[in-house]
């Protein structure tokens, strides 16, 4: 069975200072996974995935298969990144997308 | 021309009574699900419907019963509502087939707000 884990509930970092949110996973298959955001009053929305070895709004991740981690990383924070983020695995034929715990990332000006 | 909308977007309660939430979507896409999000924002998946088909069924009590009429609509009617069903319900919808975009990619709705009393 496919698990996401995300250690953190919350993480407060000074605006401008580096950002990583943790995400590992177990899945015995080939695994795709994203990274969602929810800003506050807003609906959940994709951020970005693996796949697509995409920068977003400052944003990267690299899936590394070895430590079976897709950490989210940011190299100066801003007060509009502060939200809820989900780490999230797609698995299977059947589109099954498994979300981790979450992590509220706090930006303090 | 809200790609996924759900109603009601909040919903007040008493315990044992029935309710219904409903979904559609207007993306065309063949794979609908429900999601629930409790007070500690833990995001649960509960169905998952392909083109009507139920695919997903995640060990939801059986008062839970998630309708699809066509593959635009996704409905999900509660039984006998308990306190612990006090929860955000996402619906979500992603498309099946490269042809219809990026498979996996969850469109989310904005989410209806239970409060059982």
């Known amino acids: 069975a496919q698990r996401v884990t995300q250690p953190e509930k919350l993480l407060s970092v000074f605006k401008g200072a580096p950002v990583e949110l943790k995400c590992n996973y177990s899945?015995?298959?080939?695994?795709?996974l994203f990274w969602y955001v929810q800003y506050s009053r807003q609906r959940l929305q994709l951020l970005l995935r693996h796949i697509s070895r995409e920068s977003i709004k400052g944003f990267t991740a690299d899936l590394n298969k070895g430590e079976t981690s897709f950490h989210l990383k940011k190299p100066f924070a801003q007060e509009e990144d502060s939200a809820m983020y989900y780490c999230a695995l797609l698995s299977g034929g059947y589109q099954k997308v498994t979300f981790g715990t979450g992590t509220k990332l706090q930006v303090i000006p | 021309d809200t790609a996924v909308s759900q109603t009601p977007k909040y919903l007040v309660t008493q315990m044992g009574n029935d309710k219904s939430i409903k979904c559609e979507q207007n993306?065309?896409?063949?794979?609908m699900y429900w999601y629930k999000q409790d007070s500690k924002k833990f995001l649960k998946i509960m169905f998952s419907?392909?083109?009507?088909?139920?695919?997903i069924n995640e060990t939801v009590p059986n008062r839970f019963s998630p309708k699809s009429p066509d593959k635009a609509h996704l409905n999900l009617h509660i039984n006998s509502l308990e306190l612990g069903d006090s929860a955000v319900y996402f619906c979500?919808?992603?498309?099946?087939?490269?042809?219809?975009?990026?498979?996996?990619?969850?469109?989310f709705g904005e989410g209806s707000r239970l409060t059982v009393l």
């Open positions: 993306l065309g896409h063949d794979t």
């Open positions: 419907y392909n083109n009507k088909e139920l695919i």
């Open positions: 899945y015995s298959g080939s695994p795709e």
């Open positions: 979500a919808s992603t498309p099946r087939f490269l042809r219809e975009g990026r498979p996996g990619e969850l469109f």
